[in-house]
């Protein structure tokens, strides 16, 4: 694979930790000019192939894949120019704001034969794939519950006044989109499509702050709390009538659980960097040409999409990016 990494944030810093073991064919990185003293010194750190500053330039490089670490409200106009220019797109969650620009990037992307990827660690950890095969031991499942409630720095900017892009709504930020999406990548994961969703969110200056989300499923429900304006304890359950499953960390990260059925078992799996687990299935998938495999997990990234938009829009949310 060979990569265009867009931007220098701490996400893109995160995987550039493990991008050595990726053995990547080529690796540039785009930059704001804003940024280039910090782009320089990863390039240097991580032996890059080099730095630039204009898009333009970095598509015309010697290069099958884009990376899109920038905020959410640049993802869609960033990969849909790298799909235009024949480029596969591994883009950072949340995929895109809405529905409209996910269709549109498909419809780009089936018309070149690219490929379309959204990061989200949870699909590819061992101990989730594992935690898979162990749900018929709970019996009729009938309650999920997941809770990512992490007080931010950012916060205390927003209430002095000091719009940063993760509480921006015009720049498609706030707490569903950047901490629930998590809870709700395990919940559509594992279970699909729900039948309906609900979000009530605690709202300032038109962004949720923090909030609750519902999934009908019909025989059970799911509900995800995400919170930027408080912290609390994560605990994570799914209740069945047989049995219950107990996940004490972020979901994104998981490495262990409990399941207590006829007896009380922890299961703990090795401990690779997370993003390590996704990006050699991703680099695997594109080098592999497997259209399948990527047709899957695009899937899951829709409807998860399709209930971040329902649920938002419920709560009274709008983007810039909604106004077309």
């Given at each position: ?11 893109v ?8 073991s990726?053995?990547?064919k ?28 204009s ?14 670490g ?7 106009s ?11 797109v ?47 031991k709970l ?9 990512y ?13 000091e ?22 990548n395990?919940?559509?994961g594992?279970f ?18 923090s909030?609750?989300?519902t ?17 609390a ?25 409990k ?46 999409l ?12 709008i ?6």
């Amino acid at each position: 694979m060979k990569l265009g990494i867009l931007g220098t944030g701490m996400i893109v810093q995160e995987f550039l930790e493990i991008a050595p073991s990726l053995h990547l064919k080529k690796a540039f990185i785009l930059s704001s000019e804003r940024s280039l003293e910090k782009a320089n010194k990863l390039m240097k750190v991580y032996h890059l192939d080099g730095v630039l500053t204009s898009y333009d330039d970095l598509l015309k490089e010697d290069i099958d894949t884009i990376y899109v670490g920038l905020p959410n409200h640049l993802h869609f106009s960033f990969a849909l120019k790298a799909l235009e220019a024949n480029k596969h797109v591994i883009i950072e969650k949340p995929i895109v704001s809405n529905m409209r620009e996910l269709n549109q990037l498909k419809e780009v992307a089936k018309k070149h034969n690219r490929i379309i990827l959204e990061a989200v660690t949870l699909h590819r950890m061992p101990a989730y794939l594992d935690m898979k095969k162990q749900l018929d031991k709970l019996g009729d499942i009938r309650i999920v519950s997941l809770n990512y409630s992490q007080y931010s720095s950012r916060y205390d900017a927003f209430k002095k006044g000091e719009i940063l892009p993760v509480f921006d709504v015009h720049k498609s930020g706030g707490a569903l989109y950047d901490l629930n999406v998590y809870n709700l990548n395990f919940v559509i994961g594992l279970f699909g499509k729900p039948l309906s969703v609900d979000y009530h969110a605690n709202l300032q200056r038109g962004i949720d702050t923090s909030g609750i989300f519902t999934m009908d499923y019909g025989s059970f429900k799911a509900v995800c709390i995400g919170s930027k304006d408080t912290g609390a304890p994560l605990m994570n359950t799914i209740q069945g009538e047989q049995g219950t499953i107990i996940i004490d960390t972020p979901v994104s990260r998981m490495r262990q659980y409990k399941i207590k059925h006829d007896v009380e078992e922890v299961r703990t799996f090795e401990e690779e960097h997370a993003m390590l687990y996704e990006f050699k299935q991703f680099k695997n998938i594109i080098e592999n040409n497997d259209v399948e495999k990527a047709n899957d997990y695009l899937e899951i990234s829709t409807h998860v999409l399709w209930a971040l938009e329902e649920g938002r829009r419920k709560a009274g949310i709008i983007f810039d990016a909604d106004n077309y």
